[in-house]
């Protein structure tokens, strides 16, 4: 069994993740949306949890491998169907990402525990898991955030604000207050938060 290759893993999720049909401008260039989301979280994970594990890593590289896969228009445009969505997407982005991690010679216990955070079991209970969560909601703040708010009433920001801000740790929320976030949002989040 040859020894696992943690580079290689992260090349070929992003090599997956370069498919995307869908495609983002960011700093003039235009970029496969879900190959930008990775290596967003691998950077704010990287500064937020600068030890953090590599089945860690690995977990917040793949948190979005091949999403566009699965339409969201596919399911119903409700909570519930919003909730189905989420579940599917997450067991394809275990699975592909076992996949991976299989290939490059990781042994279960290794891609179980990528699995397990890919799939946010434990949320508050289990650190992994916690950090991941909180790296995802800084990723959204920061960079999907702006254009998000400006396609919903306030209210509704608020609520998903309020939601977002009950998934994190105190040391994300610490986190996420220091965002260089632009004035609306940032006073929709104190709004959220009073």
């Given at each position: 069994m040859s020894k696992p290759n943690f580079n290689q893993a992260i090349e070929k999720i992003d090599r997956v993740n370069a498919?995307?049909?869908?495609?983002?401008?960011?700093?003039?260039?235009?970029?496969?949306?879900?190959?930008?989301?990775?290596?967003?979280?691998?950077?704010?994970?990287?500064?937020?949890?600068?030890?953090?594990?590599?089945?860690?890593?690995?977990?917040?590289?793949a948190q979005h491998i091949a999403r566009w896969k699965i339409d969201?228009?596919?399911?119903?445009?409700?909570?519930?169907?919003?909730?189905?969505?989420?579940?599917?997407?997450?067991?394809?982005?275990?699975?592909?990402?076992?996949?991976?991690l299989q290939d490059v010679g990781y042994d279960d216990d290794f891609i179980d525990r990528v699995s397990f955070l890919i799939r946010k079991k434990m949320l508050k209970k289990d650190d992994e898991t916690q950090t991941l969560e909180d790296v995802i909601c800084l990723v959204f703040l920061q960079y999907y955030f702006e254009d998000f708010a400006a396609k919903h009433p306030d209210e509704k920001i608020v609520d998903i604000l309020q939601k977002t801000w009950g998934k994190m740790s105190?040391?994300?929320?610490?986190?996420?207050?220091?965002?260089?976030?632009?004035?609306?949002?940032?006073?929709?989040?104190?709004?959220a938060l009073a």
């Amino acid at each position: 069994m040859s020894k696992p290759n943690f580079n290689q893993a992260i090349e070929k999720i992003d090599r997956v993740n370069a498919q995307d049909p869908n495609t983002e401008n960011y700093q003039g260039k235009e970029h496969p949306k879900e190959l930008l989301y990775s290596q967003r979280m691998t950077e704010t994970l990287l500064s937020f949890e600068p030890q953090a594990s590599k089945e860690l890593q690995i977990a917040a590289r793949a948190q979005h491998i091949a999403r566009w896969k699965i339409d969201r228009n596919t399911y119903p445009m409700d909570r519930v169907g919003y909730l189905k969505w989420r579940e599917e997407l997450k067991k394809m982005h275990a699975q592909l990402t076992s996949e991976i991690l299989q290939d490059v010679g990781y042994d279960d216990d290794f891609i179980d525990r990528v699995s397990f955070l890919i799939r946010k079991k434990m949320l508050k209970k289990d650190d992994e898991t916690q950090t991941l969560e909180d790296v995802i909601c800084l990723v959204f703040l920061q960079y999907y955030f702006e254009d998000f708010a400006a396609k919903h009433p306030d209210e509704k920001i608020v609520d998903i604000l309020q939601k977002t801000w009950g998934k994190m740790s105190e040391k994300g929320h610490k986190a996420a207050l220091k965002l260089p976030l632009d004035p609306k949002s940032l006073s929709l989040i104190k709004q959220a938060l009073a």
